[in-house]
């Protein structure tokens, strides 16, 4: 299996890199997109996930979009199965992948090819059931104290999510590398979009509120009613958690809204922390126009 090119074009939310990755891929011929992010795979989930419009999806391939039902548990060793499916079609096209990401382990997973555990429904059933994440996050300080020095102790699905694997496979969680990298030479080529952190702040809160007034909240409401409901990963999805808990009346839609800037922000915040540690990535600081000063280095890759 051959790809002419491959080439990431990275960032935290809000950065632009979606805007960047449509430009550059409808200027040179034959590039289909992967979207490399862990909620853009949920059908209906269109407006809080930022997703590519249905123009952008019929101008340029798109993969890894609308594969899962929200009521579906998503993890990155199905991301994996799906990207490898992706790629046997762009290679079958003669194509480049342009990757766009969003969720730093799955960039990763596609750059380094990481070796993704297996999933033990049975074991996470247990463990959910089990309300007491303090209690959780003891047990897996004892099993596994190189992964919980990577995860937010308030983190009870990742917590989860390293537990089965460390019940289920008999290894540690921290064994199979996610978020440990050695950044080894790879040609696949990333480019880095960053904005100065007030700037970003700014575009975030703004890009929230234009959430809203497309129709986030009945977008969450529609999703929240369906039949099989939503899964604790889909609810996790930044601004759907809060608007759910603007639904059931537990919050003002003024709180939630709040509520999901700051959250968002604070995300933004722990994805350039993530992507900080790869030295292989090229970064641009944007000061006006992604798509003016970013393009350009993604078009260079991609010729």
């Not at 199965?81 to 079609?89: F, L, N, T």
């Not at 102790?153 to 917590?159: E, H, I, L, S």
């Amino acid at each position: 299996m051959t790809i002419k090119k491959s080439v990431v074009v990275l960032g935290p939310t809000a950065s632009g890199k979606s805007d960047v990755a449509m430009a550059a891929a409808t200027m040179v011929p034959n590039v289909h997109i992967i979207a490399a992010d862990a909620m853009q795979v949920y059908r209906r989930m269109d407006i809080g996930t930022a997703k590519p419009t249905e123009d952008d999806q019929s101008r340029v391939v798109h993969y890894c979009v609308d594969v899962a039902e929200p009521s579906e548990r998503y993890s990155v060793a199905r991301f994996a199965e799906d990207v490898a499916a992706a790629r046997k079609k762009i290679s079958k096209a003669d194509a480049s992948e342009l990757i766009v990401g969003g969720t730093g382990l799955y960039v990763t997973a596609l750059v380094d090819g990481l070796s993704m555990p297996g999933d033990y429904p049975k074991i996470r059933a247990q463990l959910e059931a089990n309300r007491d994440t303090e209690a959780l996050y003891e047990q897996l300080s004892e099993l596994d104290p190189e992964a919980v020095k990577k995860i937010d102790p308030n983190n009870r699905r990742r917590m989860i999510r390293a537990l089965e694997v460390c019940l289920g496979s008999g290894k540690t969680f921290s064994s199979f590398g996610e978020g440990i990298g050695a950044y080894p030479p790879v040609d696949t080529v990333q480019i880095g979009i960053k904005w100065q952190r007030e700037a970003l702040r700014e575009r975030i809160a703004l890009r929230v509120h234009k959430m809203i007034e497309a129709g986030l909240v009945d977008e969450v409401r529609g999703v929240l009613n369906e039949p099989k409901g939503i899964s604790d990963t889909a609810r996790q999805a930044l601004g759907y958690k809060e608007i759910i808990e603007h639904i059931e009346r537990r919050w003002s839609l003024e709180e939630a809204i709040d509520a999901t800037i700051l959250r968002t922000q604070q995300f933004a915040v722990r994805q350039e922390r993530w992507y900080r540690r790869d030295p292989r990535i090229q970064w641009v600081e944007v000061q006006n126009d992604p798509i003016a000063e970013v393009a350009p280095l993604v078009l260079s890759a991609l010729g």
